[in-house]
């Protein structure tokens, strides 16, 4: 009855994830480290919560709730799809593994007055997140888009030390140019179609786009610099690899695997509108994508090769697997975007882990530099194998749930007639393997000295809950490469209800 309820009235998850958000600074002052396993259930029900939709939902349904049943132009409207339940799935299940990661790690990096509130911004993010996932409407998105990065700054200058908040400031400073982009795209928008609606937009946009031609060519340019810049796409990448970096471990796993990924939903149901107007294609802008796209995956590899720093070096990273995702947005092909909505969720999970592998190591020995970790297989097996599946998963290695997402990618380029991106991926993923694979190497074939007092293979040293994350979400990433049909059931029902975007 309970989930019923909700499923028609789905603004409700995103109220019981607002209210426990406000009282984490309560819990974590009277309960202490108890707050993150609270934090982590409110995770995990939401998790639950958004299965259950998945096996309710039918295919092609769309369920639209009207806030205080206000319907005009510019009410407030949520619509529950097969692509929202998707992503409050991927949001919700990697962010209980995160929570339940953070709650020994957090102790290390957040002052110990800090917890309660770190939980409070973490389940806001959690929310505001859901928001924009749900919303179908243009006012709401933006100040569920505001919430998030604002949220997501304090989760990293929280650390509370100079290079975080030096990299808060220039992640803000950028955050808030790119939230200018978006405002001004959304104002134009509301001037010409007199709607903020999504479904209305598109309705006007088809009578009155083709009065206003530069209008609409400043529209779309606007909305993909914006959410270009929030999603860090390449050159709009700067912010990220400090922002990301410098942040406590499980801000790092939340940010990089899943807040881009919000923010990329967020253009995706933007542009499923304007996609559908008669002048998109007036702007170019499939072309630009495609383009920057392709920068991104390699550019962002070869920045990540010569870093030295093991958390830098999976930030730059994920620049590059932005790109991917970008790559299949543009190309537009059934496969395409198939690969682009599973490569959130495989990205999600794996970069998860591999930033939680490099927050396990630091715990255990306080080391960062990729090029001081020989023989630390032997010292942190469990930890260095999930490294290792989540590197090999990333390349792109058959039995991976990178795999399958390049494959898709792969036959999306051959469907779309482009050819050379095929190419592009492979060697993407080849660069992939050329940053990976030397720290795999050191931790398993470059032993420690013999006449080492710590010689020899050892257990990891790191508590219980930092090693079960980092092994489930290891685990779940082979889980996608050898069973990918079970995210693919409802990937495919999310894809076929974006006419905008189908161009072949």
């Known amino acids: 009855m309970m989930i019923e309820f909700m499923f028609y009235n789905p603004p409700v998850i995103v109220l019981v994830i607002l209210i426990f958000a406000l009282l984490m600074p309560l819990l974590g002052r ?89 939980y409070t911004l973490y389940l806001l993010l959690l929310s505001a997140m859901f928001g924009i996932i749900m919303t179908n409407d243009l006012f709401n998105l933006y100040v ?50 007199g709607h903020l609606n999504l479904d209305h937009v598109h309705y006007s946009l088809a009578i009155f786009s083709y009065d206003f031609p530069f209008l609409m060519w400043t529209i779309i340019t606007f909305y993909f610099i914006g959410f270009g810049i929030k999603a860090a796409l390449m050159p709009f990448h700067v912010w990220l690899p400090d922002a990301h970096s410098k942040a406590p471990t499980a801000s790092s796993a939340a940010l990089s695997g899943l807040v881009v990924k919000a923010y990329i939903i967020g253009l995706i149901k933007v542009y499923n509108v304007l996609m559908q107007a008669p002048l998109f294609d007036f702007a170019h802008i499939k072309i630009a994508i495609l383009i920057l796209a392709s920068i991104a995956m390699i550019g962002g590899s070869f920045f990540a090769y010569v870093q030295h720093d093991l958390k830098r070096r999976l930030a730059y990273s994920s620049v590059a697997q932005i790109g991917y995702i970008f790559l299949g947005i543009s190309l537009g092909t059934v496969s395409a975007l198939t690969a682009s909505f599973l490569h959130i969720l495989h990205h999600g999970v794996v970069k998860a882990c591999l930033f ?39 390349i792109g290695l058959p039995l991976f749930s990178g795999f399958i997402t390049k494959w898709y990618l792969a036959v999306g380029s051959i469907e779309a007639d482009n050819y050379i991106f095929v190419i592009l991926i492979v060697i993407s993923g080849l660069l992939n393997a050329l940053y990976f694979f030397p720290i795999v190497w050191q931790g398993f074939f470059d032993p420690p000295a013999k006449d080492a007092p710590d010689s020899g293979w050892k257990i990891d040293k790191i508590p219980l809950p930092m090693l079960i994350s980092t092994v489930v979400l290891a685990i779940f990433s082979i889980f996608i490469g050898l069973f990918p049909k079970y995210p693919l059931a409802i990937i495919t029902d999310a894809v076929n209800n974006l006419d905008g975007f189908l161009f072949y």
């Open 356 to 394: 939680m592998t490099a927050g396990s190591i630091y715990y255990q020995t306080e080391e960062t530099d990729v090029r001081n970790l020989s023989g630390l297989g032997f010292k942190m097996p469990i930890t260095f194998t999930a490294f290792t599946i989540a590197s090999l998963s990333m």
């Open 30 to 118: 009277y309960l202490g480290h108890l707050a993150g396993y609270i934090a982590a259930l409110v995770a995990g029900f939401s998790f639950i919560v958004s299965l259950i939709f998945a096996f309710m939902i039918s295919e092609g349904e769309k369920v639209k709730y009207v806030v205080l049943d206000y319907y005009s132009s510019i009410g407030i409207e949520v619509v529950l799809d097969s692509l929202t339940i998707y992503m409050m799935a991927v949001m919700s299940g990697i962010s209980l593994a995160i929570l339940l990661y953070s709650v020994p790690s957090i102790k290390k990096e957040v002052r110990e007055k800090a917890i309660g509130w770190y």
């Open 144 to 193: 569920f888009v505001e919430v998030v990065g604002i949220s997501a700054c304090a989760l990293v200058i929280i650390k509370n030390d100079r290079a975080s908040t030096e990299a808060t400031l220039k992640y803000l400073l950028l955050t808030a140019i790119g939230s200018g982009f978006l405002l001004f795209g959304i104002g134009l928008t509301y001037a010409i179609t």
